[in-house]
Nanobody
Framework: QVQLVESGGGLAQPGGSLRLSCAAS????????MGWFRQAPGKEREFVAC????????DYAPSLQGRFTISRDNAKNTINLQMNNLKPEDTAMYYC???????????????????WGQGTQVTVSS
């Protein structure tokens, strides 16, 4: 069965960095786009970034572009999210998600994904 397991979360200071990873199994990883979302307490889940199957297309939430970088390694069935210059408002549970196809027209919305990981907590605080 499809499994997505996130790791790499934790406590970071403002201005610091964290690198999240998501290990995927149970499907042909290289055939699907993938995404990262996050959800802060009391808020709706929001799009962070997505990447097409062959990394030819990458999109970010406009407010995060420049600080966050998504990447994937199809040989290792993993996607990563490098987060730099972290801010307290980045505090959230971060989820990786499997897309429904190789390519996407848009990748900003939850219904465009069919499987989700359990999440990894990121807390940014001094």
């Amino acid at each position: 069965q499809v499994q997505l397991v996130e790791s790499g979360g934790g406590l970071a200071q403002p201005g610091g960095s964290l690198r999240l990873s998501c290990a995927a199994s149970g499907f042909t990883f290289s055939h699907y786009y993938m995404g990262w979302f996050r959800q802060a307490p009391g808020k709706e889940r929001e799009f962070v970034a997505c990447i097409s199957y062959g990394t030819t297309s990458i999109d970010y939430a406009p407010s995060l572009q420049g600080r966050f970088t998504i990447s994937r390694d199809n040989a290792k069935n993993t996607i990563n999210l490098q987060m730099n210059n972290l801010k307290p408002e980045d505090t959230a549970m971060y989820y990786c998600a499997k897309g429904r196809h190789k390519y996407y027209d848009t990748c900003y919305y939850s219904p465009e994904y069919d499987y989700w990981g359990q999440g990894t907590q990121v807390t940014v605080s001094s």
